[in-house]
């Protein structure tokens, strides 16, 4: 025999069962053993059982350590000596005994021993009996030991199983559907048959629960799932309709720089809902993957396609801008400095109607543009500093003349102011021109006198003037009549005691009265 068919005990099997024929036993249910043979037939060997073939799934977590019986020793192997057997239920619980590798087996449960053994017997051939509902049956066979030993074995491997079986029940909410699938299925089918000593019946009703509870675990999960996918779906398609947001706006309004890297942004936000979301349905997978590389592409397109025009529009500015520089550069040596300043304000509107060209390039341009200008004024402004040197002498006679106009004001007499500023008008310009930063200040200062003057003369001629007099003089007569009339009009709305009336007249009244004190004025002036 191999050592995986050779029966497990608690010690090593005498010398006589180590040198039997090896026997086939892979059938789940070996055959009962055989009628005693006659005494001219020698004497079969019954196959000796499997001691452990129940299924053990992996899919469920082992329990604790509950060590079984020491493998035995094949033919070959040098017998031990055999370890003392385990108590009979309900007798004195002895020492637990050793392994022939020096390994101590856990003690069982008396308790639990005394009830799995209720559930079978051993017969004095070592055949081992389970009793279910249905009668009972042989589901193993243990020769050359003691019947407590042969019962503790099978107990020991009901008691894995229903370990298994309760397990299962502790784990069940923990588990996803493909392993409640494969747990419940392998669990149902170790209960079945099993080759144990225990309450089998009871095993199989604690797995029918477990399969209506694996029932119910199942719909939730599939609920949860269904309700994540939906999540799933809502995140990714409102992530998909902000990448079209983005790839349906106008290309003249969108900052390709930060709308880029949002988009960047999503990709990573879609891998990953793909990463920690549900998978999605493959059809509703693809379509959303396609609205999004279909934006996404779209983006690009209109990207390439902007800076390929900016591109070329940026060209033409720098052509145009190249052509006013050559024309800045050839007027920088003028020095006709009206005329060219002129012309250089006007090339100074085109370079701004022309646009900008690429950052590097438009900074570089400016610059030529700017150095040709600066040529042109440089030369001007040191013209105008030695021509401002000539112009000092005349500022200080000018501001000398200013000393004598201003002395006229306020006017009193004036004829002779009059003919004091003709004097010093000839005299100022025969002075000549003063530097250009003084010529506003000075200048400015003899037109307040000339002003001043003139308004003298003006209010002279107005108050002499016949016209003006005869129509103010008609105006008050005008006037005195409306009056006497808004008296009459007051005394009869007094009398009528109508305060409205009263209040009419009254303002009107008064407003006469104040324009015939200003008519009388003005005729006062002008006489």
């Known amino acids: ?142 020769p050359g030991v003691t019947a407590d030993e042969a019962m503790t074995l099978y107990i020991r491997r009901y008691l894995d199983l229903k370990a298994q079986v309760d397990l299962f029940a502790a784990r069940l909410e923990q588990l996803n559907a493909r392993d409640i ?42 609920a949860q799932r269904a309700a994540a996918k939906e999540r799933a779906l809502a995140q990714r398609t409102q992530i998909v309709e902000a990448a079209e947001k983005i790839a349906g706006r106008d290309p003249a309004k969108i900052q390709w720089r930060s709308e880029g890297q ?62 006013l520089i050559e024309r800045a550069e050839a007027l920088s040596g003028s020095r006709n400095w009206g005329p060219t300043s002129a012309a250089y304000r006007d090339l100074m509107q085109e370079w701004k109607r022309a646009g900008r060209a690429a950052r590097k390039d438009d900074d570089a341009l400016w610059a030529r543009f700017r150095a040709a200008q600066d040529v042109f004024f440089d030369a001007r402004n040191e013209a105008n500093a030695a021509t401002d040197a000539e112009y000092a002498q005349n500022l200080e006679v000018k501001l000398k003349l200013l000393e004598q106009a201003e002395a006229l004001v306020p006017v009193t007499d004036l004829a002779a102011a009059k003919a004091a500023l003709r004097t010093l008008q000839e005299q100022w310009d025969e002075a000549g021109k003063v530097p250009r930063a003084d010529i506003q200040r000075v200048e400015g200062r003899m037109r307040a006198v000339e002003t001043a003057i003139r308004e003298a003369e003006q209010a002279k001629w ?51 009265q104040a324009w015939l004190e200003q008519v009388l004025r003005a005729a006062e002036d002008a006489g």
């Open 1 to 142: 025999m191999t050592d995986e068919e050779q029966p497990r005990s608690t010690g090593e099997l005498p010398a006589a069962e180590q040198t039997a024929p090896e026997q086939t036993a892979q059938a789940p249910t070996p055959e009962p053993a055989a009628e005693p043979p006659t005494s001219s037939q020698p004497t079969p060997k019954p196959p000796v059982p499997k001691p452990s073939n129940i299924p053990k799934p992996s899919s469920i977590p082992k329990p604790g350590p509950r060590p079984g019986p020491p493998p035995t020793a094949t033919a070959q192997t040098t017998p031990a000596s055999p370890a003392p057997p385990e108590p009979a239920p309900g007798s004195a619980a002895a020492p637990a005994p050793t392994g022939p590798a020096g390994g101590a087996e856990a003690p069982l449960d008396p308790a639990e021993v005394a009830a799995a053994a209720a559930f079978g017997r051993v017969d004095d051939q070592g055949n081992v009996y389970l009793r279910e509902d249905a009668g009972e049956r042989v589901v193993g066979q243990y």
């Open 181 to 222: 699938d494969t747990t419940l299925a392998t669990v149902t089918e170790a209960v079945s048959e099993p080759a144990v000593v225990g309450d089998v019946s009871g095993l199989r009703s604690q797995v029918q629960a477990l399969a209506t509870r694996a029932e119910k675990r199942k719909e939730d999960l599939a």
């Open 262 to 323: 949002r988009l960047r942004e999503l990709l990573e936000e879609w891998k990953q809902a793909q990463r920690s979301g549900p998978r999605l349905d493959r059809g509703l997978e693809d379509g959303l993957w396609k609205r999004f590389s279909a934006a996404r592409t779209g983006f690009d397109r209109n990207r390439r396609q902007h800076f390929a025009e900016l591109d070329k529009h940026q060209a033409q500015v720098k052509a145009t801008k190249e052509r």
């Open 462 to 512: 107005d108050k002499s003037n016949p016209r003006v007099r005869a129509r103010a003089e008609g105006a008050a007569a005008q006037l005195e009549a409306a009056i006497a009339g808004l008296q009459d009009d007051l005394t009869k709305a007094r009398e009528s005691g109508d305060s409205k009336r009263i209040a009419q007249a009254q303002e009107a009244l008064e407003a006469r």
